[in-house]
């Protein structure tokens, strides 16, 4: 076995439980904090891949801290855009309303619950790459940076993106 793979796994198990408490106190969910976790030594391994770096404690957190921030901005944004209660379109259909633009509005939700279906068709690699350009304003360039990949690796996944969401929307 390689020594790289070794001692990551080595520096995982003596560094898990402070990484996970890091994330606990910022984000109060134990799954969540797990997940990110597993997330952050995932990174340290592809990026010892590319290049050994000094200090892996140090990295570990850096890596832990944008992990936060990223999760707390998806989760802003799901909570602006998921509405307080689920209303079925049927029910929304039935409701009669003197609003000329109430019929518009339904269908520009409609819209939006079939762009995020198809968008959850799609691997994560393709939906964060798609949500740092079109939400975060992110550069490819940036993008790649932020995930480790090239910036033609972004552009294929946000053209992979647009192409399933143009698709979706024309056979649904």
Excluded at 19 to 26: A, E, S, V, Y
Excluded at 110 to 137: H, I, M
Aim: some cysteine; hydrophobic content about 40%; glycine content about 4%.
């Amino acid at each position: 076995m390689n020594a790289v793979p070794d001692t990551i796994d080595r520096f995982f198990r003596e560094n898990r439980d402070d990484l996970i408490g890091f994330f606990l106190r910022r984000l109060n969910c134990p799954d969540t904090a797990k997940d990110l976790a597993q997330e952050t030594f995932l990174r340290i391994l592809f990026s010892e891949q590319r290049a050994p770096t000094q200090d892996r404690r140090a990295l570990a957190f850096f890596i832990a801290g944008n992990l936060v921030v990223d999760h707390i901005r998806k989760e802003s944004v799901r909570a602006r855009y998921t509405p307080a209660q689920e209303v079925s379109a049927e029910l929304l259909e039935a409701v009669a309303s003197n609003d000329p633009d109430a019929e518009q509005r339904l269908m520009i939700w409609q819209d939006l619950d079939a762009v995020n279906a198809a968008l959850n068709e799609l691997p994560e690699e393709c939906r964060t790459a798609f949500y740092l350009s079109a939400v975060e304003g992110l550069t490819y360039a940036q993008i790649g940076e932020c995930l480790g990949v090239s910036e033609r690796a972004i552009a294929k996944r946000i053209a992979k993106t647009l192409k399933h969401c143009r698709a979706s929307r024309e056979w649904g």
